[in-house]
């Protein structure tokens, strides 16, 4: 059984950085694609960005390109999400998802078989 866990949420001002680690027990995360989702207050969850391990692909939604990076940490075999440029609309509970979704189903958390707890990310103004 694969279990994963996040690290890194808290409370930032507007503008601020936080960076989120995915890790996983059981197993590790180079034998998936990684990818990030949040659950804004009372909406949805949505996918933000991906990675797969091998190969190193990624992908991201087109609402945070330009502020959010993934990548690969080597040594602890996490997937990191680098928040940069905060702004309050990305408060929410971000969650790491392991699986092996084709490029058609990126996006869809049907394609993700282990799921994190998640990590809250509260941004002020």
């Known amino acids: ?4 866990e996040e690290s890194g949420g808290g409370l930032v ?11 996983a027990s059981g197993s590790t ?4 694609t990684t990818a990030w ?9 949505e996918f933000v960005a991906s990675l797969r391990w091998s190969g190193g692909n990624t992908y991201s939604s087109d609402a945070v390109k330009g502020r959010f990076s993934i990548s690969k940490d080597y040594a ?3 997937v990191v999400l680098q928040i940069n440029n905060l702004r309050p609309e990305d408060t929410a509970v971000y969650y ?15 394609a993700y ?5 998640g990590t809250q990310v509260t941004v002020s103004s």
């Open 96 to 110: 790491c998802a392991a699986g092996r979704p084709i490029a058609s189903t990126m996006k869809s958390m049907s």
């Open 13 to 23: 001002q507007t503008g601020g950085s936080l960076t989120l680690s995915c890790v």
């Open 37 to 45: 989702f949040r659950q804004p207050p009372g909406k949805e969850r």
């Open 76 to 78: 602890r075999r996490a």
């Open 113 to 117: 078989y282990y799921w994190g707890q």
């Open 29 to 32: 995360l180079t034998s998936y």
């Open 1 to 4: 059984q694969v279990q994963l």
